[in-house]
């Protein structure tokens, strides 16, 4: 599947706009600016299609009320961090059915020069102060390029935050890319699983691995 999304338009010379992605037909993308009470009911209805015709009737309402709880939660919880999208995993694979075990959300940020009246504080300084400024617990942190741009890769183990809709410890993995054209702005993609139960287990290492070939696919849209 290819996703595509506008991002805020960035000041320079042939600006980022947006971006595209590739992702495997099971992962579906819910707008969180606009559109996304349209993304999630149509999701929904496939996943409420796929309930075998034999259900009891007295098993199948609170079924579809649980999945949709847990659904529009992830949805919420999203929105309250001011992300672009949200990507979940929302088709069968094997046995599983609906399976909310892991996301990618998609945010964007605008770092200050240090330096308001002056030149803009070049992305290769800001990438030093984020690597010397990483406070995540056994973290992992490392700097390249993602088409192009200057990128810094971190993960680590989150620990669980019930009171924030984070029920377990999660594996967490964040590109953090410079957007071409505005030097000041942050394009942010974050994986997060839980792996089979255990962020540091096997199933948890290949989460890993996969999104990060899922991120080599990225690529700008220019005007």
Known sequence: MATEQRAAVGRGSA??????????????????RQGTEEAIEEILQEAYARIPADAPPDKIGPYKRELARRFRKAVAGAQERNALDLYLPVKPVGDAEFNLGASILITETVLPSRNPDG???????????????????????????????????????????PDRGAAADSRRVEYMVSVPGDPDRWFIAAFSTVGGGDPRDELAEALVEWFDAVMATFRWRHA
């Open 119 to 161: 030149p803009r504080t070049p992305p290769s300084e800001i990438a030093v102060q984020l690597l010397t400024n990483n406070d995540a617990e056994d973290g992992d942190l490392s700097s390249g390029e993602v088409d192009g741009a200057l990128a810094i890769r971190r993960e680590h183990v989150a620990a669980a935050a």
């Open 15 to 32: 600006p980022a706009t947006g971006y595209r992605l590739l992702l495997p037909s099971q992962w579906a993308q819910i707008p969180l």
